[in-house]
């Protein structure tokens, strides 16, 4: 009780003083803030990222060549662009690339998926193909920034 009565002894003036934050500590905070943000923002417009769709791919023999069929999820065939690079992740090999040479423009719909058929021929000289067989794949869309990522289509 005796706290409460020295705090309302003091006068107005002490009072104003000790309830008031010092303009420097505001100007430092404020600005300090503000820098952080501007960093940001110039990273996420400066850095750029090689952007990439994930999907798997069919390859399968035919006539003495290795053809390939990708099942392009919907949400992602606006991206793909005739000559983009595609990279074929077999097992025990090096990577398998080749580029996209034919979009489908029927989408395919099923229970699980809805996707487009990209189709094509891989140039693999050392790979004799007896079997038709699923391996991951990757077409490279292209560098994008951040901005463009998240904002963009």
């Known amino acids: 009780m005796k706290d409460k009565q020295d705090i309302e002894l003091r006068s107005e003036k002490v009072r104003n003083i000790i309830g008031k934050i010092p303009p420097l500590i505001i100007r430092l905070g404020i600005s300090t803030i503000s820098l952080i943000v501007i ?36 949400n992602k065939i606006n991206k793909v662009l005739l000559g983009q690079d595609i990279s074929f992740h077999l097992q025990n090999t090096s990577k398998s690339t080749s580029t996209v040479t034919s979009i489908d423009s029927v989408i395919h719909i099923n229970k699980k998926e809805h996707y487009y058929n990209v189709t094509g021929v891989l140039k693999i000289d050392k790979i004799i193909l007896d079997e038709k067989i699923t391996v991951p794949s990757t077409i490279s869309i292209g560098r994008v920034n951040i901005v463009d990522y998240v904002f963009g289509d």
Do not use: D, W
């Open 39 to 74: 960093f940001f923002i110039t990273t996420a417009f400066c850095y750029h990222f090689e952007e990439k769709i994930y999907c798997n791919s069919t390859l399968y023999p035919h006539n003495g060549k290795i053809r390939y069929e990708i099942a392009v999820p919907s």
